[in-house]
């Protein structure tokens, strides 16, 4: 394998992995699809077959960064509120 074709395919696994969806699910379609000669590409682009693919959402992945995301607002918020509370002294 070339190193072009590696990062072609990387980028497709990394393009699936940021849009939530099941990689070998995803990874197998579009391969197949290509391989039989599809030319549409914008219907195979994640966020379109993520839309036509529902049950290969990782609804977990989604849920982890939402729970990251609230846990760094809580860090600021405390940070904040330390450096409020040492600038009163």
Do not use: F
């Not at 391969?31 to 682009?45: M, V």
């Not at 379109?48 to 990782?58: G, L, M, N, T, V």
Request: charged share 40%; net charge positive.
């Amino acid at each position: 394998m070339t190193a072009e074709r590696a990062a072609n395919l990387l980028t497709i696994i990394g393009s699936a992995i940021r849009n939530d969806l099941d990689v070998r699910a995803y990874l197998g379609d579009v391969l197949r699809r290509a391989l039989a000669g599809e030319t549409d590409w914008s219907e195979l682009a994640p966020h379109a077959w993520k839309a036509a693919h529902p049950e290969s959402i990782r609804q977990y992945r989604q849920d982890e960064r939402r729970q990251a995301a609230d846990r760094k607002r809580t860090r600021r918020a405390r940070r904040r509120l330390l450096k409020k509370s040492t600038r009163r002294r």
